[in-house]
Protein backbone atom coordinates (compact mmCIF):
# COMPACT_ATOMS: atom_id res chain seq x y z
CA UNK A 1 0.00 0.00 0.00
CA UNK A 2 1.25 3.37 -0.89
CA UNK A 3 2.19 6.41 1.62
CA UNK A 4 0.94 9.59 1.13
CA UNK A 5 3.02 11.80 0.25
CA UNK A 6 2.96 16.13 2.38
CA UNK A 7 4.30 17.91 -0.99
CA UNK A 8 5.55 21.33 -0.36
CA UNK A 9 2.81 24.47 -0.71
CA UNK A 10 4.11 27.57 -2.99
CA UNK A 11 1.76 30.78 -2.68
CA UNK A 12 1.71 32.22 -5.87
CA UNK A 13 0.40 35.70 -4.18
CA UNK A 14 3.12 35.99 -1.29
CA UNK A 15 4.46 39.53 -1.03
CA UNK A 16 8.08 37.85 -0.68
CA UNK A 17 9.53 36.86 -4.17
CA UNK A 18 12.68 35.99 -2.98
CA UNK A 19 11.12 33.43 -0.39
CA UNK A 20 8.74 32.25 -2.37
CA UNK A 21 11.26 31.17 -5.43
CA UNK A 22 13.59 29.82 -2.67
CA UNK A 23 10.80 27.25 -1.60
CA UNK A 24 10.21 26.41 -5.20
CA UNK A 25 13.59 25.39 -5.53
CA UNK A 26 13.66 22.50 -2.47
CA UNK A 27 10.43 21.54 -3.86
CA UNK A 28 11.35 20.74 -7.65
CA UNK A 29 15.31 19.64 -5.97
CA UNK A 30 13.33 16.97 -3.51
CA UNK A 31 10.36 16.38 -5.34
CA UNK A 32 9.30 17.87 -9.12
CA UNK A 33 6.57 18.07 -7.89
CA UNK A 34 4.43 21.17 -5.29
CA UNK A 35 0.90 22.48 -4.68
CA UNK A 36 0.44 25.89 -5.47
CA UNK A 37 -2.27 28.19 -3.98
CA UNK A 38 -3.75 31.29 -4.73
CA UNK A 39 -3.06 31.18 -8.57
CA UNK A 40 -6.15 33.25 -9.15
CA UNK A 41 -8.29 31.20 -10.68
CA UNK A 42 -11.38 30.57 -9.30
CA UNK A 43 -13.89 28.10 -7.71
CA UNK A 44 -16.46 28.98 -9.79
CA UNK A 45 -14.63 28.75 -12.82
CA UNK A 46 -13.40 25.43 -12.41
CA UNK A 47 -16.62 23.50 -11.17
CA UNK A 48 -17.90 24.74 -14.37
CA UNK A 49 -14.74 23.30 -16.36
CA UNK A 50 -15.73 20.42 -14.33
CA UNK A 51 -19.04 20.43 -15.24
CA UNK A 52 -18.88 20.70 -19.20
CA UNK A 53 -16.24 18.23 -19.23
CA UNK A 54 -18.03 15.52 -17.73
CA UNK A 55 -20.93 17.01 -19.89
CA UNK A 56 -19.02 16.23 -23.45
CA UNK A 57 -17.64 12.53 -22.15
CA UNK A 58 -21.00 11.76 -21.86
CA UNK A 59 -21.84 12.49 -24.77
CA UNK A 60 -22.16 8.87 -27.36
CA UNK A 61 -18.97 7.77 -28.33
CA UNK A 62 -19.61 8.20 -32.43
CA UNK A 63 -20.28 11.79 -31.41
CA UNK A 64 -16.93 11.91 -29.89
CA UNK A 65 -15.05 10.30 -32.14
CA UNK A 66 -16.12 12.86 -34.88
CA UNK A 67 -13.58 15.43 -32.88
CA UNK A 68 -10.91 12.59 -33.37
CA UNK A 69 -7.50 14.36 -32.45
CA UNK A 70 -5.81 15.79 -35.20
CA UNK A 71 -2.76 18.00 -34.60
CA UNK A 72 -3.02 17.30 -31.56
CA UNK A 73 -6.27 18.84 -31.15
CA UNK A 74 -9.54 17.01 -30.17
CA UNK A 75 -10.65 13.78 -28.50
CA UNK A 76 -8.64 10.44 -27.29
CA UNK A 77 -10.56 7.49 -26.56
CA UNK A 78 -10.28 5.28 -23.94
CA UNK A 79 -7.30 2.78 -24.28
CA UNK A 80 -5.85 4.77 -27.24
CA UNK A 81 -2.44 5.68 -25.22
CA UNK A 82 -0.51 3.61 -23.69
CA UNK A 83 2.44 5.13 -21.68
CA UNK A 84 4.05 2.13 -20.25
CA UNK A 85 3.71 -0.72 -22.56
CA UNK A 86 5.36 -2.82 -19.79
CA UNK A 87 2.76 -2.49 -17.57
CA UNK A 88 -0.70 -3.88 -19.05
CA UNK A 89 -1.34 -4.02 -23.10
CA UNK A 90 -4.90 -3.10 -22.86
CA UNK A 91 -3.59 0.60 -22.84
CA UNK A 92 -4.30 3.36 -20.56
CA UNK A 93 -7.96 3.42 -18.88
CA UNK A 94 -8.80 7.27 -19.69
CA UNK A 95 -10.37 9.41 -22.49
CA UNK A 96 -9.00 13.03 -23.15
CA UNK A 97 -9.94 16.14 -25.28
CA UNK A 98 -7.28 18.30 -26.62
CA UNK A 99 -7.43 22.02 -26.85
CA UNK A 100 -4.56 23.90 -28.05
CA UNK A 101 -2.49 27.66 -27.35
CA UNK A 102 -5.14 30.42 -28.05
CA UNK A 103 -2.83 33.12 -28.47
CA UNK A 104 -1.39 32.10 -32.09
CA UNK A 105 -3.89 32.63 -34.48
CA UNK A 106 -3.04 29.96 -36.82
CA UNK A 107 -2.99 27.18 -33.55
CA UNK A 108 -6.41 28.66 -32.72
CA UNK A 109 -7.71 27.37 -35.99
CA UNK A 110 -6.41 24.18 -35.37
CA UNK A 111 -8.62 23.59 -32.33
CA UNK A 112 -11.71 21.27 -33.10
CA UNK A 113 -14.80 22.29 -30.66
CA UNK A 114 -18.01 20.74 -29.75
CA UNK A 115 -21.21 21.67 -31.41
CA UNK A 116 -22.59 24.80 -29.98
CA UNK A 117 -26.08 23.39 -30.13
CA UNK A 118 -25.28 20.88 -27.92
CA UNK A 119 -22.97 22.42 -25.70
CA UNK A 120 -23.25 26.29 -25.67
CA UNK A 121 -21.32 26.97 -22.70
CA UNK A 122 -18.21 24.43 -23.45
CA UNK A 123 -15.94 26.67 -25.57
CA UNK A 124 -16.07 30.22 -23.81
CA UNK A 125 -15.82 28.22 -20.41
CA UNK A 126 -12.50 26.68 -21.32
CA UNK A 127 -11.42 29.85 -23.39
CA UNK A 128 -11.79 31.40 -20.26
CA UNK A 129 -9.88 28.66 -18.10
CA UNK A 130 -6.61 28.51 -20.28
CA UNK A 131 -6.46 31.91 -20.41
CA UNK A 132 -6.16 32.28 -16.43
CA UNK A 133 -4.21 29.19 -16.46
CA UNK A 134 -1.35 30.90 -18.56
CA UNK A 135 -1.61 34.28 -16.37
CA UNK A 136 -0.59 31.64 -13.42
CA UNK A 137 1.69 29.90 -15.50
CA UNK A 138 3.42 33.04 -16.48
CA UNK A 139 3.64 34.58 -12.85
CA UNK A 140 5.35 30.97 -11.59
CA UNK A 141 7.49 30.99 -14.43
CA UNK A 142 9.08 34.33 -13.93
CA UNK A 143 9.41 32.46 -9.75
CA UNK A 144 11.23 29.46 -11.28
CA UNK A 145 13.72 31.91 -12.91
CA UNK A 146 14.58 33.47 -10.01
CA UNK A 147 14.81 30.37 -8.16
CA UNK A 148 17.53 29.60 -11.15
CA UNK A 149 18.84 32.80 -10.31
CA UNK A 150 18.19 34.01 -13.73
CA UNK A 151 16.57 37.69 -13.91
CA UNK A 152 12.58 36.94 -13.51
CA UNK A 153 11.67 37.62 -17.12
CA UNK A 154 13.73 34.79 -18.61
CA UNK A 155 10.91 32.58 -19.73
CA UNK A 156 8.93 35.75 -20.74
CA UNK A 157 11.59 36.69 -23.08
CA UNK A 158 12.75 33.14 -24.55
CA UNK A 159 10.24 30.41 -23.63
CA UNK A 160 7.03 32.05 -23.00
CA UNK A 161 6.68 34.97 -25.92
CA UNK A 162 5.07 32.20 -28.07
CA UNK A 163 4.41 29.69 -26.13
CA UNK A 164 3.30 25.89 -26.63
CA UNK A 165 0.44 25.93 -24.25
CA UNK A 166 -2.37 22.36 -24.55
CA UNK A 167 -5.31 21.69 -22.39
CA UNK A 168 -5.87 18.38 -21.56
CA UNK A 169 -9.53 17.52 -20.04
CA UNK A 170 -9.48 14.14 -18.79
CA UNK A 171 -11.81 11.48 -17.77
CA UNK A 172 -11.06 8.25 -15.58
CA UNK A 173 -13.66 6.01 -15.73
CA UNK A 174 -14.74 3.48 -12.68
CA UNK A 175 -13.82 -0.02 -12.78
CA UNK A 176 -13.54 -1.91 -15.95
CA UNK A 177 -12.95 -5.24 -15.09
CA UNK A 178 -9.09 -5.65 -15.61
CA UNK A 179 -6.38 -6.12 -13.22
CA UNK A 180 -3.36 -3.58 -12.89
CA UNK A 181 -4.95 -1.48 -15.37
CA UNK A 182 -4.20 2.15 -14.71
CA UNK A 183 -5.74 5.12 -16.05
CA UNK A 184 -2.68 6.77 -16.79
CA UNK A 185 0.71 4.03 -16.70
CA UNK A 186 3.69 5.62 -15.17
CA UNK A 187 5.48 8.23 -17.18
CA UNK A 188 6.81 11.63 -16.64
CA UNK A 189 6.21 14.82 -18.72
CA UNK A 190 8.29 15.54 -21.54
CA UNK A 191 7.83 19.69 -21.74
CA UNK A 192 8.45 22.47 -19.31
CA UNK A 193 5.96 22.42 -16.24
CA UNK A 194 2.56 21.33 -15.57
CA UNK A 195 -0.39 22.47 -13.65
CA UNK A 196 -3.14 19.89 -12.72
CA UNK A 197 -6.46 20.62 -11.79
CA UNK A 198 -8.86 17.44 -10.11
CA UNK A 199 -11.65 16.89 -8.99
CA UNK A 200 -10.97 15.83 -5.36
CA UNK A 201 -10.98 11.92 -6.39
CA UNK A 202 -7.72 10.10 -5.24
CA UNK A 203 -5.46 8.01 -7.72
CA UNK A 204 -2.95 10.21 -8.08
CA UNK A 205 1.09 8.90 -7.21
CA UNK A 206 4.40 9.43 -7.68
CA UNK A 207 7.72 7.59 -7.60
CA UNK A 208 10.67 10.10 -6.59
CA UNK A 209 13.68 7.85 -7.95
CA UNK A 210 12.72 6.60 -11.21
CA UNK A 211 15.70 4.43 -11.87
CA UNK A 212 15.27 2.23 -9.41
CA UNK A 213 13.67 -1.10 -8.93
CA UNK A 214 11.37 -2.19 -7.82
CA UNK A 215 9.28 1.60 -7.59
CA UNK A 216 8.10 3.28 -4.43
CA UNK A 217 4.61 5.16 -4.82
CA UNK A 218 3.66 7.63 -3.08
CA UNK A 219 -0.06 9.04 -3.03
CA UNK A 220 -0.55 12.58 -3.95
CA UNK A 221 -3.24 13.98 -1.49
CA UNK A 222 -6.46 16.38 -2.64
CA UNK A 223 -5.68 19.89 -1.33
CA UNK A 224 -9.10 21.53 -2.35
CA UNK A 225 -8.38 25.37 -4.11
CA UNK A 226 -5.08 23.78 -4.77
CA UNK A 227 -3.11 22.95 -7.86
CA UNK A 228 -0.32 20.51 -8.51
CA UNK A 229 2.38 21.39 -10.42
CA UNK A 230 5.80 19.14 -11.46
CA UNK A 231 8.41 19.95 -13.50
CA UNK A 232 8.84 17.90 -17.08
CA UNK A 233 11.48 16.14 -18.64
CA UNK A 234 13.10 19.51 -20.33
CA UNK A 235 13.20 21.67 -17.30
CA UNK A 236 14.97 18.52 -15.70
CA UNK A 237 17.55 19.10 -18.56
CA UNK A 238 17.44 22.52 -18.93
CA UNK A 239 18.40 22.51 -15.57
CA UNK A 240 21.15 19.87 -16.05
CA UNK A 241 18.73 17.44 -13.86
CA UNK A 242 19.21 19.69 -10.43
CA UNK A 243 14.90 20.00 -10.94
CA UNK A 244 13.40 16.41 -11.37
CA UNK A 245 10.90 15.57 -13.94
CA UNK A 246 8.98 12.73 -11.75
CA UNK A 247 7.87 9.71 -12.48
CA UNK A 248 3.95 9.53 -11.80
CA UNK A 249 0.28 7.41 -12.78
CA UNK A 250 -3.21 7.53 -12.06
CA UNK A 251 -4.64 4.22 -10.55
CA UNK A 252 -7.75 3.44 -10.36
CA UNK A 253 -10.09 3.56 -7.43
CA UNK A 254 -13.03 2.19 -8.17
CA UNK A 255 -14.53 5.74 -8.59
CA UNK A 256 -14.95 7.83 -11.70
CA UNK A 257 -12.46 10.69 -11.67
CA UNK A 258 -12.07 13.84 -14.23
CA UNK A 259 -8.72 16.29 -14.63
CA UNK A 260 -7.40 19.18 -15.95
CA UNK A 261 -4.03 19.21 -17.26
CA UNK A 262 -2.52 22.59 -18.60
CA UNK A 263 0.87 22.05 -20.35
CA UNK A 264 3.00 24.95 -20.68
CA UNK A 265 5.96 24.26 -23.27
CA UNK A 266 8.53 26.67 -25.06
CA UNK A 267 7.89 27.54 -28.82
CA UNK A 268 9.73 24.93 -31.11
CA UNK A 269 12.27 27.52 -32.20
CA UNK A 270 13.59 28.04 -28.64
CA UNK A 271 16.87 27.19 -27.96
CA UNK A 272 17.45 24.74 -25.44
CA UNK A 273 21.10 24.44 -23.41
CA UNK A 274 22.05 24.20 -19.58
CA UNK A 275 21.87 27.40 -17.35
CA UNK A 276 24.68 28.65 -16.35
CA UNK A 277 23.64 28.78 -12.60
CA UNK A 278 23.19 24.70 -12.90
CA UNK A 279 26.55 23.91 -14.43
CA UNK A 280 30.36 24.39 -13.18
CA UNK A 281 33.69 22.68 -14.22
CA UNK A 282 33.15 19.85 -11.76
CA UNK A 283 29.61 19.49 -12.87
CA UNK A 284 29.33 20.34 -16.51
CA UNK A 285 26.48 20.03 -18.63
CA UNK A 286 24.90 16.96 -19.28
CA UNK A 287 22.79 17.63 -22.38
CA UNK A 288 24.30 19.09 -25.54
CA UNK A 289 22.76 22.55 -26.99
CA UNK A 290 19.92 21.73 -29.27
CA UNK A 291 16.33 23.18 -30.09
CA UNK A 292 13.17 22.01 -28.16
CA UNK A 293 11.29 19.70 -29.97
CA UNK A 294 7.95 17.74 -28.29
CA UNK A 295 7.77 14.11 -28.92
Known amino acids: MATKLSLPMVDLSSPDPLSTSNSIRQACVDYGFFYLVNHGVDTELLTSVFQQSANFFALPLHYKLSLSRKEYRGYTPLYSENLDPSSHPKGDAKESYYIGNLEDSTSVNLNQWPSQELLPDWRPTMESLIWKLLEAGKKLMSLIALSL ?147
Open 149 to 295: NLDNDFFEKTALNKPDAFLRLLHYPGELGYENLCGASAHSDYGMITLLVTDGVPGLQICKEKFKQPRVWEDVSHVEGAFIVNIGDLMERWTNCIYRSTLHRVIPTGKERYSVAFFLDPPSDCLIECFESCCSESSPPRVVLGMWQPT
